[in-house]
């Protein structure tokens, strides 16, 4: 290969991590090395050796680092143990090379023993032969310079790591999963997952959030559900086994969301769903759209249908109120006293007429899902995503390669946006479609079954979506047996 291209640079790795007490994670050197040899990639450098030490800690004067101690070797023969060339060294950090001033100096100079050699690491590709180098590395050193700043990036890394391979990255027991972070809890989960279908089918993450504190659920740090913590749950990509690093979904080579080793509560499809229902409805601020939740089903749809002295209808908007204990009924719907504004003539006792308006809408939402059971067509843009991916993955191949075709990095940097952007319009649209279809599906189920169990929101929005207002004409108080033909629907024309 040297031969075909006298300009190739051959690089060796340096990896290290150190044990500090924490749980020993094995695959530390596994993912600085597999980081190394992505950069080396982008740079076209090829990786001809990797030297690692495991478990040693580079400040501690005691301990004799191995394969450190080669690299310092093998750059000062400028070969590798197999007898390649070294043009070049990568590390994950700087400090994964030095704590200690001394190293630093050997380093540099076993190093700078040859001309032209490149370095690598988080900072980039770094100059070693220019003036100042040697000092501020001995400053980095001495001052322990930007350690924190450091151990942070790694973290960093590691989780977004850990998120590559569909490790659980979380400190703490996520709701809904055991203390393993992979197996179900099952009460937790099914309240998690009977929730998702509510939200979808129109319940509030407010009607979640009171549902959650009854049954006596806690968040798993201890503390009483709230609107938001149950918000956060409830968009959680985790749910369908996917997983978010800023608000974007992590996906692998061939940007393919990763799934996630532990189990799954919800489908993707669902998890889609649900966000865009939240996202739609929260309007950005995250409050609970009118923060107010009804107490009965036909408030605000009931209507006074009296025909007042001058021949017009009364119309003002029925109140629910709670009924006198000695009833049978728990209440009613009565037209606002006249000093509100009403004419206090209408009343209904509230179970009936429920009942009546919900066997109606039953009825009307069988009747309309018979109808319009088609199915919502399959995404139409899969083709372009797929194209506008394969181009931004063309736009990333040229820029690495040495052909006449290849481009700059001014020309990659200022076209690269713009396929990122497309491809991120395009994803909102499929995820926007996967809700629309979920939705479609759910409309399909049975209605008079999950109507049961629907809550008094959810009810209140199917009655919404196929009724304007039900008017109900005066009649059948006291003693007088309940009668539904006084209540007129008025159904909403098709839209
Ligand atoms: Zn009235």
């Given amino acids: 290969m040297l031969a075909a291209d006298p300009t190739l640079k051959c690089v060796v790795c340096y990896a290290r991590i150190s044990f500090d007490g924490r749980v020993k994670d094995a695959h530390g050197i596994e993912d600085q090395h597999r980081g190394m040899t992505d950069n080396a990639r982008k740079l076209g450098w090829l990786v001809v050796y990797r030297y690692t030490d495991n478990d040693k800690s580079a400040s501690k004067e005691s301990v004799v680092r191995d394969d450190f101690e080669q690299l310092l070797n093998d750059l000062a023969t400028a070969t590798t143990p197999e007898g390649y060339p070294i043009h070049g060294v990568m590390a994950v950090n700087d400090d994964r090379l030095y704590r200690r001033p001394s190293d630093w100096e050997r380093y540099l100079k076993a190093f700078t023993s040859q001309e032209g050699r490149v370095y690598h690491d988080s900072n980039g590709v770094q100059d070693l032969y220019a003036e100042g180098f040697e000092i501020k590395g001995l400053v980095g050193v001495a001052m322990s310079l930007s350690e924190t700043r450091k151990k942070q990036r790694r973290t960093r890394n590691s989780h977004r790591n850990r998120a590559l391979r569909g490790q659980s990255v979380a400190a703490w027991r996520p709701f809904g999963w055991e203390d393993d972070k992979i197996t179900l809890r099952p009460e937790e989960a099914k309240a998690i997952r009977e929730a998702v279908e509510d939200v979808i089918a129109g319940a509030s993450v407010s009607e979640i959030t009171r549902r959650w504190k009854e049954a006596g659920f806690i968040t798993s740090r201890g503390n009483p559900f709230q609107y938001q913590t149950v918000k ?249 047996v309940f009668d539904p033909e006084l209540l007129k629907p008025v159904w909403r024309t098709s839209e």
């Fill in 232 to 480: 956060q749950v409830l968009v959680n990509p985790r749910l369908c086994g996917y997983r978010e690093i800023k608000g974007e979904l992590v996906r692998d080579g061939d940007d393919q969301p990763i799934v996630g080793e532990w189990d799954a509560i919800v489908t993707p499809k669902q998890w889609f769903a649900i966000t865009a229902k939240i996202r739609e409805r929260g309007h950005g601020t995250g409050m609970p759209r009118g923060g107010l939740v009804h107490k009965y089903l036909l408030t605000g749809i009931l209507r006074c249908g009296n025909v007042l002295e001058d021949g017009t209808t009364c119309n003002n908007k029925m109140i629910g109120i709670k009924a006198n204990d000695w009833l049978k009924y728990r209440h009613a719907y009565m037209c606002k006293k006249t000093v509100d504004g009403g004419c206090n003539k209408t009343y209904k006792r509230g179970d009936k007429t429920d009942d009546a308006i919900e066997r109606l809408v039953v009825a009307k939402l069988e009747k309309e899902a018979a109808s319009k059971a088609k199915d919502v067509p399959d995404w139409d843009k899969a083709d372009t995503l797929e194209r506008a991916i394969k181009s931004r993955n063309e736009l990333e191949r040229r820029w690495h390669d040495d052909e006449d075709t290849a481009i700059d990095d001014e020309a990659f940097f200022r076209n690269l946006p713009v396929f990122e952007r497309r491809i991120k319009e395009l994803r909102a649209d499929q995820a926007k479609h996967e809700a629309l279809k979920a939705e479609a599906e759910a409309a399909q189920e049975d209605i008079a079954k999950s109507w049961g169990s629907k809550t008094l929101t959810q009810k209140r929005e199917a009655i919404k979506k196929v009724l304007n207002a039900v008017v109900a004409l005066p009649g059948g108080k006291g003693n007088k």
